[in-house]
């Protein structure tokens, strides 16, 4: 959340975490894209969805 929000940048995320850049983008993306789903009733728990799903 700190790359979609911009207290960190994605660099300062990989370097602190060990991670790989892409890997964090594309989370940050994902993050983005879907995170209004959190809020939507469906009957169904779509935080599962959105947060724990991969491709």
């Known amino acids: ?11 300062m995320i990989v370097d602190e975490n060990e991670l790989h850049p892409v890997q964090v983008s594309q989370w940050k993306k994902e993050l983005l894209e879907s995170a209004h789903l959190v809020f939507e009733k469906d009957g169904k728990d779509a935080r599962q969805e959105v947060f724990f799903s991969r491709p």
């Open 1 to 11: 959340m700190d790359a979609a929000w911009g207290i960190n940048t994605v660099g």
